[in-house]
């Protein structure tokens, strides 16, 4: 199955802007913990518990890769807060999805620009968001005033696992999004394709446990609903 999924492009990326994880040579294992969990080609996720010194040479060899972690979706860490914007913006173009994580520091100058450029992005025509936000900060409460501009387009966490958690379920929800307009279409091809994506959700749904004990049961119920549903299609 994995290497099925890996045949389609990845149309998500993940940016993350922090002055000291965004530097590569800092919080390793954090990011190898982000990375592997958000990829559902990944079978063996680092865990964000157990510490290893293997995860700081992983990460010093992929940092010759500029900026990016991880297939079929992208981990981009950056530093400064104009070329973070101009990835969002190249990667709008390219109609990724977006899920940006970023420090309240810096969160305060670049998450009222992405508003005021790109309200679409929160609330398209169809409903749907080509943008998520995430705002980590290890000490929440400290300086955020700002944020209580932004609650509608944004969420905060103080904590790496009530982040990393969020982030992998609401990518799974996104490829269980996708997954089921492809479904809908009741086309064959298209749901050889949409099993694909049930696949990579269910997968991220398994990473998600991993990380914590909650679980968000009406998705997975519909998750199982869909993909079996796909498989009766394709074996007709």
């Known amino acids: 199955m994995l290497r099925t999924m890996k045949q389609l492009f990845p149309d998500i990326v993940t940016i993350w802007l922090d002055a000291h994880i965004g530097d590569p040579h800092y919080h390793a294992h954090l990011k190898a913990a982000f990375a592997s969990n958000i990829d559902p080609t990944n079978p063996k996720p680092v865990e964000l518990s157990k510490q290893d010194r293997n995860y700081t040479a992983w990460n010093e060899l992929d940092s010759r890769i500029p900026h990016q972690i991880g297939i079929p979706c992208e981990l981009k860490t950056f530093v400064d807060i104009n070329q973070c914007l101009q990835c969002i913006r190249d990667s709008m173009t390219r109609d990724k999805r977006i899920f940006l994580i970023v420090s309240d520091s810096m969160g305060q100058y670049i998450v009222p620009r992405i508003i005021e450029e790109y309200p679409q992005a929160f609330h398209n025509e169809n409903g749907e968001a080509s943008i998520s936000i995430y705002i980590f900060n290890f000490y929440l409460i400290s300086s955020m005033e700002w944020l209580f501009d932004c609650m509608d387009y944004a969420l905060a966490f103080s904590?790496?696992?009530?982040?990393?958690?969020?982030?992998?379920?609401?990518?799974?929800?996104?490829?269980?999004?996708?997954?089921?307009?492809?479904?809908?279409?009741?086309?064959?091809?298209?749901?050889?394709?949409?099993?694909?994506?049930?696949?990579?959700?269910?997968?991220?749904?398994?990473?998600?446990?991993?990380?914590?004990?909650?679980?968000?049961?009406?998705?997975?119920?519909?998750?199982?609903?869909?993909?079996?549903?796909?498989e009766e299609k394709n074996q007709s």
């Open 159 to 230: 904590h790496e696992t009530d982040l990393l958690w969020r982030l992998v379920h609401d990518i799974a929800r996104y490829y269980a999004e996708n997954g089921k307009k492809l479904l809908d279409r009741n086309i064959l091809p298209d749901t050889h394709q949409a099993l694909i994506y049930f696949n990579w959700a269910s997968v991220l749904c398994h990473h998600a446990q991993r990380i914590t004990r909650y679980q968000d049961f009406k998705f997975l119920e519909d998750l199982k609903e869909w993909r079996y549903q796909c």
